[in-house]
């Protein structure tokens, strides 16, 4: 069982940066693949990054040049830095982890999801 819990959501103008945290428990933390993704009012949740438990990373194209997701395994934490914020960047984020070591696009690969944050960003 794995719990997430998310923080370092807020108000931004646009051209800002915020960094997202997740704090994960559990023995096998740097074994999972873990994802945040994000969902705006009245649109459905969507992919934005994914980071392999070997490191590797893969964004979304809408975030690709201006987020950094990234990991801490001796602090079983996973952050996602946000640069350049838009206002279409407003939602809730999610972290969520993967049992398999290579994260994911498909919210379907994932077996453990955090409460959200809220990033809103003002134009």
């Known amino acids: 069982q794995v719990q997430l819990v998310e923080s370092g959501g807020g108000l931004v103008q646009a051209g800002g940066s915020l960094r997202l945290s997740c704090a994960a428990s559990g023995r096998t933390f740097s074994a999972y693949g873990m994802g945040w993704f994000r969902q705006a009012s009245g649109k459905e949740r969507e992919f934005v990054a994914t980071i392999y438990s070997g490191g590797n990373t893969y964004y979304a194209d809408s975030v690709k040049g201006r987020f950094t997701i990234s990991r801490d395994n001796a602090k079983n934490t996973v952050y996602l830095q946000m640069h350049n914020l838009q206002h279409e960047d407003t939602a809730d984020y999610y972290c969520?982890?993967?049992?398999?070591?290579?994260?994911?696009?498909?919210?379907?690969?994932?077996?453990?999801w955090g409460q959200g944050t809220q990033v809103t960003v003002s134009s």
């Open positions: 969520a982890a993967s049992p398999y070591s290579s994260g994911s696009y498909y919210e379907s690969m994932y077996d453990y």
